[in-house]
């Protein structure tokens, strides 16, 4: 038997895309006093002189610089309270509940929003996100028998968010669950072309290409208060001959917005075809009554 299908399944990068600054930079650096420069000339010379992976890198750096004040996970997510996020955030996960007809509601049509991040889970987890969020996806830390972090436990690389992708297709969110397993298509409970992905930039475009293969759609944003334009750029790249992605729009989610406006469309025309999809199949499903 066929699954329902009927989620609408929106996934975003954090990391520039819902917040104009990093986590680090936002919450940890002035709560352990760390100088941001000298962290990521860090991290960049882990990478170039050590052949370190960029996010094993920034780990490998944050827990060396926190090694003396030893946080804990929960120390962690009590810093996420502070993180910040562009206009219209969290406010907006609310409101594209009003999107959805009492016709897609019969029909069990619902939205449900991922974070796939290179970030540090449990701040996302203790920020004010987190209750909007059906699961987030992020680089976690194991801890000593002190309790203090002590080894990285999960990294997601740019590369490796695409195997999120899948987990969220296929409704593998667990990490013992093996994402690899064979699923036909009609009992992934979120099929791609019900799939939206947000992103920022270069490090999304492995997930931009699986969801332009897959018939998922995307959007880059950019930050419109980054007068170097060097974050508009970045997506901006990501269109014309570069194919990565049909849209770009400033990281306003604003009711009325640009993005606003573009998400809204997506979301009305998946939920609509989700409706005529159910609609034929119990059509087909019914058996007519004699007529004698």
Not at 92 to 97: A, C, Q, S
Not at 234 to 263: E, T
Request: one cysteine or more; a negative charge.
């Amino acid at each position: 038997m066929a699954a329902p299908q009927n989620i609408i399944g929106i996934v975003y990068d954090y990391d520039q895309t819902l917040s104009p600054t990093y986590m680090q930079d936002d919450v940890i650096f002035p709560e352990f006093g760390i100088d941001p420069k000298q962290f990521w000339q860090r991290c960049k010379e882990l990478v170039e002189e050590q052949s370190y992976e960029s996010e094993l890198a920034y780990l490998k750096a944050m827990l060396d610089y926190l090694e003396m004040d030893g946080p804990s996970n929960a120390d962690l997510q009590r810093l996420g309270a502070g993180l910040k996020f562009y206009e219209g955030l969290p406010e907006m996960f609310e409101e594209l509940e009003s999107l959805l007809t009492p016709e897609h509601r019969a029909m069990g049509v619902e939205i449900q929003h991922y974070i796939i991040s290179s970030g540090i889970q449990p701040l996302i987890e203790g920020s004010r996100l987190k209750k909007h969020i059906h699961t987030i996806f992020g680089c976690e830390f194991a801890e000593d028998s002190s309790g203090r972090i002590s080894f990285p436990r999960r990294v997601i690389s740019h590369t490796a968010k695409t195997q999120y992708l899948f987990r969220i297709n296929k409704g593998m969110l667990e990490a013992n669950e093996d994402v690899n397993d064979h699923m036909p298509d009609e009992l992934r409970p979120i099929p791609f072309p019900n799939m939206i992905y947000l992103g920022d930039g270069p490090t999304d475009v492995p997930c931009f290409t699986v969801m332009n293969r897959f018939g998922g759609h995307s959007i880059a944003v950019y930050n419109p208060g980054d007068d170097s334009r060097v974050s508009f750029r970045k997506a901006f790249q990501l269109s014309g001959p570069a194919d990565r992605i049909k849209y770009i729009a400033p990281a306003d989610y604003r009711g009325g917005s640009h993005l606003r406006l573009i998400l809204e469309e997506m979301i009305s025309e998946i939920a609509n075809r989700i409706v005529e999809t159910r609609r034929r199949e119990l059509s087909e499903a019914t058996v007519p009554a004699p007529t004698h």
